[in-house]
């Protein structure tokens, strides 16, 4: 095994000394994990037992300090093939127990090497449940991480992390999107093609839909509707992304001409939020909000229940038991988290339009939810048959 992968970077930092200041004063003591510095976000907490390296290169965690609430970390190491982006998005990392030596054939390097190479400053050896808990009872918090020697005061270190802005109101989304248009082919015959607005994506997404015989052709989140409608689509996808969707009123125009076209659409996640405000619902903040690999929902259109992939810290306010005028005519909750009642999907009735606010690629698992792709490939199924009938 490699020195690298042996984990280097661990040994060059295990003694340095950090510190995680959430916004309330509340202090967590540990050791230096990645990189040694000063970071600052949003402390969440994610309660996958598995998929760090997608966590961790998941756009729509930009801005964000993410807990893991799993004890070890690190085990499997770090390969060249899991990165669901160009890049780690996360602004810090914070573990109980990362793993001394990684164990896994496809590993290259360590975690921790890989932290310290893209230069994302972590903290290790705290207690991540009482962290975990505290973030459950007070809520989602700006945070910090300082690490190395010469810390200041705590005083000083609470004044620096309560400077920092709050999630709510952030416009995210173009900080992470591509800047430029690019193409993923259809895996085997090409059957349609679907414009993606490109909010956050994470790149397993369009290869589920190539998967299905799907040209994607993936836009910039700042795409106008005759950039979208030059690709000729069959479908248009919004994607994942982060941030406050009442902050998003571009994505929300984009997808309002989609929708007074009747083209086919679907959203996931932070699209979730927009065809919700498209429709004239409301968005609010969660609590501590979902993110994880084993959040529990139902589909209401089956009455099927799915263990899915969620991370988001922002939900739809729409009616759970009642069929909602719109101006795009009937809508409804579609699916919806057994844990908390939170709108988990929409769907409208009266033209070919739906979405989750869940993950339903889910590189890492589960894949309960991987049938959504399908349903999207019907819906342009049914629109083309109509149009050849007509």
Request: hydrophobic share 40%; glycine share 10%; with cysteine.
């Amino acid at each position: 095994m490699t020195t690298s992968i042996q984990g280097a970077a661990s040994q060059r930092h295990k003694a340095a000394p950090a510190v995680l200041v959430l916004e309330d004063g509340r202090i967590f003591r540990g050791r230096a994990y990645g990189a040694v510095g000063v970071t600052f976000g949003e402390a969440v907490f994610s309660t996958g037992m598995t998929g760090y390296q997608e966590t961790l290169t998941d756009p729509s965690y930009d801005r964000q300090i993410v807990v893991a609430t799993a004890p070890q970390i690190g085990n499997t190491g770090w390969n060249d093939e899991d990165d669901e982006s160009g890049r780690i998005w996360v602004s810090g990392y914070v573990v109980r127990d990362p793993a001394r030596v990684p164990s896994n054939w496809r590993a290259k390097r360590s975690l921790d090497d890989e932290l310290v190479a893209q230069g994302v400053v972590g903290i290790s050896g705290i207690d991540t449940r009482a962290l975990t808990r505290h973030l459950r009872e007070r809520g989602s918090m700006r945070a910090g991480i300082f690490s190395g020697e010469g810390i200041a005061t705590e005083p000083e270190l609470v004044e620096r992390v309560l400077a920092q802005p709050q999630m709510k109101g952030a416009s995210l989304y173009e900080e992470v999107a591509t800047k430029e248009a690019y193409v993923v082919p259809a895996i085997g015959e090409k059957k349609y093609t679907v414009a993606a607005v490109d909010l956050g994506i994470k790149g397993m997404t369009p290869h589920r839909m190539a998967e299905r015989g799907i040209e994607v052709h993936v836009l910039p989140a700042t795409a106008s509707v005759e950039d979208l409608y030059a690709v000729e689509p069959d479908g248009v996808f919004f994607s994942n992304g982060p941030g406050d969707p009442a902050a998003a009123d571009g994505p929300v125009a984009l997808m309002t001409a989609v929708l007074e076209r009747r083209t086919p659409l679907f959203g996931i996640c932070f699209g979730n939020q927009i065809l919700g405000r498209a429709l004239g619902f409301g968005t609010y903040k969660l609590k501590y909000g979902h993110r994880g690999i084993n959040q529990p929902v139902q589909d209401r259109t089956t009455g099927k229940v799915e263990v899915t992939a969620h991370n988001h810290g922002f939900a739809v306010d729409a009616p759970l038991d009642q069929v909602s005028e719109t101006k795009f005519g009937r809508a409804e909750v579609s699916h919806v988290c057994l844990n908390d009642n939170v709108v988990e999907g929409l769907q409208l009735l009266d033209q070919p339009a739906f979405s989750v606010q869940y993950h339903p690629e889910a590189a890492a698992g589960p894949h309960d939810a991987a049938y959504l792709f399908d349903r999207f490939t019907s819906l342009m199924d049914t629109v083309l048959m109509e149009g050849q009938r007509a």
